[in-house]
C-alpha cells in the first residue's frame, strides 16, 4: 500500500462523515487509545510521528474551542450591553 493509496481511503471516507467538528475530542481519544495499545509494538519513531500527529490534531482543537469561547464571550456582553442601554 502507497502513501497515495492511504490518502484515497482517507478521501473516501471523509466524503461519507458529514461534520465531524462535534467529534473532534472524541476522535483524538481514540487516536490516543490507539497509540496507548500499541506503543509496545510500534518502533520508537512511529510512536513520534503519532504523538506528533496527534499534537497538531489537539493543539487545532485547542484553538478552534478558544474561538468558540471567545465568539460566545464576545456575544453574551453584547448581549448584556443592549440590555443596559
Known amino acids: 500500500m502507497t ?23 472524541e476522535i483524538i481519544l481514540r487516536l490516543a487509545q490507539l497509540i496507548a495499545d500499541t506503543k509496545a509494538y510500534l518502533p520508537e519513531k512511529d510512536f513520534e510521528v503519532l504523538v506528533h500527529i496527534g499534537a497538531v490534531m489537539y493543539q487545532e482543537g485547542l484553538g478552534q474551542y478558544r474561538a468558540r469561547q471567545e465568539v460566545a464571550t464576545t456575544m453574551e456582553q453584547s448581549s448584556q450591553d443592549r440590555q443596559t442601554r
Open 3 to 25: 502513501q497515495h493509496d492511504v490518502l484515497e481511503l482517507f478521501r473516501a471516507q471523509a466524503n461519507s462523515l458529514g461534520a465531524v467538528e462535534a467529534s473532534q475530542s
